[in-house]
């Protein structure tokens, strides 16, 4: 325990003070009760005022030694009064004065202070037995100095009143004195220095006492030495506050300090009993009382023995339930009421670098981060607050931050309980989470960050407009989008994996070119979008048409280096500002229209939203139109993309995908499948697609091919009024069996009326067509969708499949993902399967099913034809 030292209380004022009185006591010639009387007012002041000092400014070893330590000193201003009127009233014809009454005070003040000043032992005694105890040791030792010294001297006393009257102050401090010294020498305190030199104390004043008592009985002056002795010992407790214990003194055996009452019965009746025999004609009667006596107290001696024992089973099972806590790599620590710690388990050096010894007796809030601090301190306060109900049951959980030797501060979670042995110490078990923490961290950074270009993400983006313009109001804010004029094409020729690629050069390029405390983000696929804070005049307006304009320069300047090749992209940028009473999704939907009328206009161009921009509107008619003369001219085709089973090779089943032919132009389905989405098309052009697949897989089927058929849902054509009727008549008609069709769904598609989309999706369950959630792990919904709705497949997004083999982060959650979905017992699919290295990772990972380009690329009906059962896994793209 280190304790602090108060440099205005030097060690040797106290001893150099007591000296010179006694020395000018002597020198003037003083009389015996007269030094006696200046020692001990001298001393007795000097520790009064040395414990009242070192109550409010040493730091304690536990809550109760303060008020312990003003105990003393009151004894001791008590116990100096009377040392200061005896020799006054030792003149008076009564043999118990007025200075003995205040002394006999003084000492049952000091043996309360004594036993407070060090902390109780476990397994605490009861009051009566603690009694019993210390009147058998004080009646022990009084018929031994009986034998030795007082018998003699009451045989010759005249007045037999007198004589126990006399002995009544030196009799009172020998019960005191046996009461606390148990308790002191028991003690678990790591430092009990006060309270040895307090016992110390209270065994002076009774032989002092016990001297002066027989001196005058025989009317004799007090003996110097025996009088001196006690402000020795007074000096010894004005130093002992402020003295440092370097090493812990260990307690004494509860088993020894519990026998040593009947050791001294024993020895007091084994010389009562000589004296008996050597004094009384009557000697078998008496021997037979002693063996009565001692084989009483060795029954009593084993029943303590037996109670050591039991207490050693509960050390041991709390050094076993110790172990176990270690053997999880926690570190178990013993702290009292006031947060130093008592023992330390030996798991901390490996977990945080220290050595038992370096926190051995040190305040534990010397290691907890002071943030941290006050919640501990006051779960300490709950904990050993006698008053304050039981905690619950597996202790209390505190979260905290714990230094380490190094100096850096480690996430723990913490357990505290109270000790099993005592109710007056806490057993801490600190768990170290780093390992944890820094894995919360990476999945919330990749929930709300793209995983491909390290940016925010569109959740992110969404939540930080709409905190800006809350927290803002619209002053000034400013939306910037922005779209990669011709990615498309980068995709279909060099392949996902590239365009990932240069999707992660463009976010460099962008990010170089934004102020700091602009939010870029990535929108979704190859657009882009910025959030200014900045005002509302002309010059932030300007400042927002600047930077986007800066944004067409990064992406247009310089060609991007993929795949060994040089492609040049530009960029369509849109602008919008907020306004009064502007919801953040129309800010941003404005910024998106402003963005697609540049785009519309040729590309690396900027436009500004404004409320005049009705050509949107007409343009969005034409594709109308444009889209409603292809159905009906049978402008579109269908082609499938073959799912295998990756064990076996086996086609297992066929993904339809739409392909628009304008004649003998081609037209991306990433052009033409949102204005059909947003203007309705896609009801009746899926209805199309869906009658059309089931009729050509259920003619394979047909052939003894056991294949299956999966479609992609939108939102628009789940909530068609006779949407469920559809599928049910396209399955009739076909002859497709339910169980052959599986429907997929992206996650977005349930964020928005969640509620009747799971819904209709139940209705198409108990058709028994099977479910799908397409792009698994893209967004926020999908634990939610599999706990609200039963569904027989996960399709892992391309996205996390190109990154195995090359980023250990999207490995590590495509094999959760992949884990997740066989616990479920859902068939797991992995799309954009484009290397043999992917393929190989995949089938080690338990993934069941693939497809992508590895596999086989989009075909015609007639190309799905040629396949066989049997078809292998290509090599190639």
Not at 345 to 372: K, M, N, Q, S, V
Not at 524 to 550: K, P, W, Y
Not at 637 to 647: C, G, K, M, S, T
């Amino acid at each position: 325990m280190n304790v602090r030292r108060d440099p205005r209380v030097p060690l040797t004022t106290a001893a150099g003070l007591g000296a010179v009185a006694v020395v000018v006591a002597l020198v003037t010639g003083g009389s015996a009760p007269v030094v006696t009387a200046i020692a001990g007012v001298v001393t007795g002041l000097l520790a009064a005022v040395s414990l009242i000092m070192a109550a409010s400014r040493v730091v304690p070893v536990h809550r109760r030694q303060p008020g312990a330590w003003r105990w003393m000193a009151a004894g001791s201003l008590t116990w100096l009064l009377g040392v200061g009127v005896r020799p006054v009233a030792d003149g008076t014809p009564f043999v118990l004065t007025f200075a003995d009454l205040l002394m006999l005070v003084g000492s049952v003040l000091l043996a309360i202070g004594c036993g407070m000043s060090v902390k109780p032992p476990a397994f605490t005694r009861g009051v009566i037995r603690q009694a019993a105890d210390a009147y058998l040791g004080a009646a022990s030792v009084f018929a031994v100095a009986w034998v030795a010294v007082l018998g003699p001297a009451f045989r010759k006393a005249e007045d037999t009143g007198a004589f126990f009257v006399a002995l009544a102050l030196p009799m009172v401090c020998l019960l005191a004195t046996c009461a606390v010294t148990p308790a002191v020498a028991a003690s678990r305190s790591g430092n009990r220095v006060v309270g040895l030199t307090g016992v110390g104390l209270l065994t002076a004043i009774t032989a002092a006492e016990m001297a002066t008592a027989l001196a005058r009985l025989d009317g004799d002056t007090p003996p110097l030495a025996a009088g001196l002795v006690v402000p020795a010992m007074l000096l010894v407790l004005a130093v002992a506050p402020w003295m440092q214990e370097v090493r812990p003194v260990r307690p004494l055996p509860a088993a020894l300090t519990a026998a040593t009452p009947l050791v001294l019965v024993a020895a007091a009746t084994l010389v009562a009993t000589l004296y008996a025999i050597g004094n009384s004609r009557d000697a078998a009667l008496v021997i037979v009382a002693a063996s009565v006596v001692l084989v009483l107290l060795g029954r009593l001696f084993v029943l303590l023995v037996e109670t050591a024992g039991m207490r050693r089973l509960v050390d041991v099972g709390e050094q076993q339930l110790r172990r176990l806590a270690e053997s999880t790599g926690d570190v178990v620590l013993v702290c009292d009421p006031c947060g130093v710690i008592q023992e330390v388990g030996p798991g901390l050096e490996t977990t945080y670098g220290y050595r038992p010894d370096d926190l051995a007796f040190r305040p534990i809030f010397d290691y907890i981060h002071p943030e941290d601090v006050p919640a501990v301190q006051a779960l300490l306060d709950r904990m050993t607050d006698e008053d304050d109900e039981p905690e619950q049951e597996g202790g209390t959980r505190i979260s905290c931050r714990f230094r380490a030797s190094d100096g850096t501060w480690r996430p723990t979670e913490s357990v505290a309980a109270r000790h099993v042995r005592d109710d007056d110490l806490v057993l801490v078990t600190i768990r170290d989470i780093s390992d944890q923490v820094a894995l919360r961290n990476q999945v919330t950074h990749l929930t709300f960050h793209d995983g491909v270009t390290g940016l925010p993400n569109r959740a992110y983006f969404e939540e930080r407009a709409r905190d800006v313009l809350t927290r803002r109001g619209a002053g000034g804010t400013a939306v910037i989008f922005l779209d990669l004029d011709g990615f498309t094409s980068v995709n279909d020729s060099v392949g996902h994996a590239s365009g990932d690629h240069l999707l992660g050069q463009a976010a460099r390029r962008l990010r170089s070119a934004v102020r700091a405390d602009d939010t870029l983000a990535r929108w979704g696929g190859d657009e882009f979008a910025v959030l200014l804070e900045g005002g509302t005049s002309g010059a932030d307006a300007q400042t927002a048409i600047d930077l986007a304009e800066r944004l067409v320069r990064a992406v247009s300047n310089e060609p991007f280096r993929v795949a060994d090749r040089d492609i040049a992209l530009t960029a369509s940028v849109g602008v919008a500002f907020a306004e009064e009473d502007l919801p953040p999704g129309d800010l941003l939907r404005n910024a998106d229209v402003a963005m697609s009328r540049a785009k519309e206009l040729g590309g690396r161009r900027v436009e500004v939203f404004a409320t005049h921009m009705h050509a949107d509107v007409l343009r969005r008619l034409e594709i109308a139109s444009d889209l409603q003369r292809a159905l009906l001219e049978n402008q579109f085709a269908i082609e499938y993309q073959p799912v295998v089973d990756l064990a076996t090779s086996r086609v297992t089943a066929v993904e339809a995908l739409v392909r628009w032919w304008r004649g003998s132009t081609f037209v991306p389905p990433e052009q033409f499948l949102g204005p059909a989405e947003d203007t309705g098309i896609i009801v009746p052009l899926s209805e199309w697609i869906l009658r059309e697949a089931c009729r050509e897989v259920a003619a394979w089927r047909a052939s003894s091919w056991d294949i299956g058929l999966a479609l992609n849902l939108s939102a628009r054509q789940i909530m068609a009024p006779r949407f469920v009727e559809t599928v049910a008549e396209a399955l009739s008609e076909s002859g497709l069996p339910a169980s052959a069709l599986t429907l997929e769904v992206i996650e977005e598609m349930l964020v928005e009326d969640a509620g009747e989309m799971i819904s209709r999706l139940s209705e198409l369950r108990t058709l028994g067509v099977r479910l799908a959630i397409d792009d698994f792990g893209t967004g926020y919904a999908s634990l939610a969708f599999l706990r609200q709705l039963p569904v027989d497949m996960i399709k892992i997004d391309p996205s996390f499949v190109s990154g195995l083999g090359n980023d250990d982060t999207l490995t590590l959650l495509t094999r959760t993902i992949v884990q997740l979905g066989n616990d479920l017992g859902l068939i797991v699919v992995a799309e954009g399967i484009e290397r043999p290295e992917q393929l190989d990772l995949l089938r080690k990972m338990g993934c069941t099913r693939g497809q992508g380009y590895l596999v086989a690329r989009p075909m015609t009906a007639r190309g799905v034809d040629s396949l066989m059962p049997t078809t292998t896994l290509q090599n190639t793209a």
